[in-house]
């Protein structure tokens, strides 16, 4: 049911500009993010299974630390996944362009580009994935229903594949003595590894994905931490393995061309099978970086229709079209913006001879996602001293017993190194990034000023978080996730609370009185 | 279908394993290092996607 889908193909894309940047030590950059991806995994698992509700980070940001926050979170989310719908697309017709040759009898896709001043446009490359954005909008304002089982075999069939790859490389080329040559004298600079390093968040991300489809979950309790735990440490498995494999196959630099189907590059080195997986991989990649870029259009999506619900956007967004019963509008909006992102991307000058789309949308992708990260761990803070009484299904590990306000909270420790973890990215970004640090920040300042329009037009208090009664409200998701014996202990928790203090206990922003 | 991609990570795993092994044997430490690690990964992976109850 959960699409690994959703997160393997991430791998795809992230291999070839990952190793481009940090080049021998690659494996690393890919540890060093995965570590973090680790924690934030273990957070969501905690958070998503005890606020089961769409909307994710944004949610539980609200829910921590009020409503401009929730919206900061939300922006940032929302900019990831119009970026995830353009570079996914983009990279999806990197691999269907391995095909390109077959086709018009021995052209590449270097012989579809013209120079327009500094600019290397391949143009071709750019019609393609304008089309198949265009594509993703019109089948999500039709609704299309892809069956579980579909995206099920799907995410088999690429499993497999990419188990396939890894072993046969591991035993028929892969060489220890290349690995070390490469770790010992093909070091990248303290900035290229920091850059390396933040842009191997790309191959993590997804989890947010999972969250946002947690109230469409039954038991969610037990089922989400398991499915997200599973998830971080098999996604981290198949970064780190396919990363050593090929700093010990190629040479980084080899990856310079091939930065839109690196993995086809991987399997088309292992001899024997290579001439059959190098094509297969290429075809599976094409579909499972597609899936991938639905999944972008799908969420955020969800995303602006759950921000809309807590007045965080106008209602405008969450409009359902009478006809197809989809959300139209949102679907059509933030397809508009990935296809914009994906011209500018097209059209941004690069090195001589190669397009920068890849590099540019990738640049931008770590601003969002560790922006709402950072505001994740934060409420998780918030609200593990805030909100002891939620039951928490599963809690992240380590953690120090307290006292905050005459209740026994739980402060977690690994949630602290997370939230450094996070912070270090981010900095990383703003001091590497320089599309990132630039169009992020002004994508926030536009969600806010429009908030603040919003929030004047309705005559609500612009940034005051409006008053939620959030005691109902968890017990509504309990009782629909079907969540009985967690309902039963929040209850209690609650009456205990009150009969010991007299006080209504939930302290939250915008807890009514 | 999850107890598939549990097995397939499982037997990854092995064959990682013996790999990581071979390379012992052959004295080739730093790349055992890495495949033990790349098979303990696999383990920890195939056991948490692992359905319950069985």
């Not at chain 1, 995410?155 to 990419?162: E, L």
């Not at chain 1, 914009?340 to 001589?352: E, H, S, V, W």
Request: glycine letters at 8%.
């Amino acid at each position: 049911m959960w699409g690994y889908a959703a997160v393997g193909a991430d791998i795809y894309t992230a291999l070839g500009i990952i190793t481009l940047a940090a080049l021998g030590l690659a494996p690393l950059a890919f540890l060093a993010a995965g570590i973090v991806f680790a924690l934030v995994g273990l957070c969501y698992a905690e958070l998503a299974s005890a606020y089961p509700l769409a909307g994710g980070g944004q949610y539980f940001t609200l829910r921590g630390l009020g409503d401009l926050s929730g919206l900061v979170a939300g922006a940032a989310l929302v900019l990831d996944y119009t970026i995830d719908i353009s570079l996914f697309t983009v990279v999806a017709f990197g691999y269907f362009n391995y095909f390109l040759p077959w086709i018009t009898f021995g052209h590449h896709i270097s012989d579809f580009t013209t120079t327009i001043g500094p600019i290397h446009l391949a143009w071709l490359w750019l019609v393609e994935s304008l089309a198949g954005i265009l594509v993703l909008i019109w089948l999500n304002v039709r609704g299309i229903k892809v069956s579980t089982n579909f995206n099920e075999i799907i995410g088999t069939i690429a499993i497999v594949a990419q188990t396939v790859i890894v072993l046969a490389g591991f035993i028929l080329v892969w060489k220890p003595e290349l690995v070390a040559n490469e770790f010992l004298f093909d070091r990248p600079s303290l900035s290229q590894f920091a850059f390396g390093s933040s842009l191997a968040i790309i191959a993590f991300v997804g989890l947010e994905t999972i969250s946002q489809v947690a109230q469409e979950t039954r038991r969610p309790a037990t089922i989400i931490p398991r499915t997200s735990i599973g998830l971080v440490i098999s996604v981290l498995l198949f970064a780190m393995a396919f990363s050593v494999l090929a700093v010990g196959l190629v040479h980084p630099t080899e990856f310079r061309g091939h930065e839109g189907d690196p993995v086809a590059l991987i399997a088309s080195k292992i001899p024997v099978i290579g001439i059959v997986a190098a094509p297969l991989t290429a075809a599976i990649g094409a579909l499972i970086v597609f899936i991938s870029a639905n999944s972008g259009v799908v969420s955020s999506s969800r995303l602006s229709y759950s921000m809309s619900q807590f007045d965080l956007l106008p209602a405008w967004f969450s409009r359902v079209s009478k006809r197809f019963a989809t959300p139209a509008r949102a679907v059509v909006v933030f397809g508009g913006v990935a296809l914009l992102q994906t011209i500018f991307a097209f059209f941004t000058p690069g090195q001589p001879g190669k397009s920068a789309a890849i590099d540019v949308l990738a640049d931008l992708y770590a601003f969002g996602a560790t922006t709402g990260y950072l505001l994740v761990f934060i409420s998780l803070f918030v609200l593990r001293l805030k909100d002891p009484f939620t039951p928490r299904p599963y809690k992240m590990p380590l953690n120090i017993r307290m006292t905050y306000k005459g209740n026994q909270v739980w402060f977690p420790v690994l949630g602290l190194l997370g939230f450094l973890g996070v912070l270090f990215f981010l900095i990383m970004v703003i001091l590497t990034h320089q599309y990132a640090r630039i169009i992020g920040p002004l994508w926030v300042i536009a969600a806010v000023l429009l908030f603040m329009v919003y929030r004047r037009k309705r005559g609500l208090p612009m940034f005051k978080t409006l008053p939620r009664d959030w005691e109902t409200a968890t017990k509504k998701v309990l009782l629909e996730a079907e969540e009985f014996k967690s309902l039963e202990e929040y209850e209690a928790a609650l009456s205990e609370h009150r009969a010991r203090t007299g006080e209504p206990g939930i302290d939250l922003p915008g807890t009514q009185r | 279908m999850r107890d598939i991609k549990a097995l397939i990570i499982a037997l990854e795993g092995s064959v990682l394993l013996l790999l990581g092994a071979a390379s012992i044997v052959s004295g080739r430490f730093f790349g055992a290092a890495i495949l033990v690690g790349l098979a303990s990964l696999a383990a920890a992976s195939a056991w948490a996607l692992w359905p319950s109850g069985r």
